[in-house]
């Protein structure tokens, strides 16, 4: 099992829709969580982190964590065209020298007009 | 405050050539680390470094060099390019006592090996 397991998609969805991405973690030293966004031929650039379990809410992005069932989130209101991209859920634990996310593998988001 | 400055953006090789990609950053950052992406494959991490004259292997090192003179410059070193080596390089850096926040990358070099 990988530590980190993220549906790659593609994923399709009218303008207006609300959108769920997803990813499953195994190991319960992850304490920060993160999500990127990258567009084609783009770097990652960081869209969202949250520590511990919780929500956290910027605009129309959510991002969801449970520890307990080792289960992370993001949504994504009123999706726009300009939210087509892949997006990467990263992880890392919070001990001395934890300084290696550990990445999902994307999920390639299409917001059709 | 450029961030992580990555040159050049797109690079052709032939098989057998030798290469360096450059990376850069300005945020006084003491980890620094190379990936590669491939359709399917997420990221996979090359080599990093967490400061000046340390560095170490990643989950797919062969084929590559680093080094860290500085704590701004990681530089990687393709020794003698493969068409395996096609690929999306990234560099990313952060502090080492802050990785909790996430890394900064820079834009990727496009590698094609012909």
């Known amino acids: 099992q990988k530590e980190v397991e993220q549906d790659p998609g593609p994923l399709s969805v009218p303008e207006g829709a609300i959108v769920s991405l997803n990813c499953t973690y195994s190991n319960s030293a992850f304490q920060y969580f993160m999500w990127y966004r990258q567009y084609s031929r783009k770097g990652p650039e960081l869209l969202m982190y949250?520590?511990?379990?919780g929500n956290k809410e910027d605009g129309r992005f959510t991002a969801q964590v449970d520890k307990s069932s080792k289960y992370i989130s993001l949504f994504i209101r009123d999706s726009q065209p300009s939210d087509s991209a892949t997006y990467l859920c990263a992880m890392i634990g919070s001990g001395a020298g934890s300084y290696q996310l550990t990445f999902g593998k994307g999920t390639k988001l299409s917001v059709i007009p | 405050n450029a961030g992580v400055t990555q040159t050049p953006k797109f690079q052709v090789l032939k098989t057998g050539q030798s290469m360096t990609l450059q990376c850069a950053q300005d945020?006084?950052?003491?980890?620094m680390s190379w990936y590669r992406q491939d359709p399917g494959m997420g990221l996979r991490l090359i080599h990093y470094?967490?400061?000046?004259?340390?560095?170490d292997q990643g989950e797919v090192p062969n084929g590559y060099n680093v080094s860290r003179s500085t704590t701004e410059d990681f530089p990687l070193r393709l020794l003698s390019a493969a068409p395996s080596q096609t690929s999306v390089y990234l560099c990313?850096?952060?502090?080492?006592?802050?990785?909790?926040?996430?890394?900064?990358f820079g834009s990727g070099t496009r590698l094609t090996v012909v």
């Open positions: 949250t520590y511990s379990s």
């Open positions: 945020m006084n950052h003491e980890y």
């Open positions: 990313a850096s952060s502090s080492i006592f802050q990785a909790g926040y996430g890394y900064t």
């Open positions: 470094s967490v400061g000046a004259g340390i560095t």
